[in-house]
């Protein structure tokens, strides 16, 4: 199993990125997908998760109506679409797979949000 993230960077407070996991190694359109954030100090916490066939996604309550999560079956890849991005939302995002009971993460992507 492989993540690979992309499409981190440093943005304006109010402005929007779009992160892209690219995935391989495993059966894609049979497993849940989530997006992970892990700020300095802080825990990793679940940002928002899409099941395997793109339906009932799952947003933690902090970016609920701003980001949107979602994916391409035929590409292997899972989208994290963040909007009216905030200081708080700075953080290391991990793309995350739980494949045959097992954890899989990619590298992550450094998302800062400064003014």
């Known amino acids: 199993v492989q993540l690979a993230e992309f499409g981190g960077g440093l943005v304006q407070p109010g402005g929007s990125l779009r992160l892209t996991c690219e995935a391989s190694?495993?059966?894609?359109?049979?497993?849940?997908m989530g997006w992970f954030r892990q700020a300095p100090g802080k825990e990793r916490e679940l940002v928002a998760r899409?099941?395997?066939?793109?339906?009932?996604?799952h947003y933690a309550d902090s970016v609920k109506g701003r980001f949107n999560i979602s994916r391409h079956r035929t590409k292997n890849t899972v989208y994290l679409q963040m909007n009216s991005l905030k200081p708080e939302d700075t953080a290391v995002y991990y793309c995350?797979?739980?494949?045959?009971?097992?954890?899989?993460w990619g590298q992550g992507t450094q998302v800062t949000v400064s003014s």
């Open positions: 899409i099941f395997f066939n793109g339906g009932s996604p």
């Open positions: 190694g495993f059966a894609f359109s049979s497993y849940a």
């Open positions: 995350h797979a739980h494949v045959l009971q097992r954890d899989f």
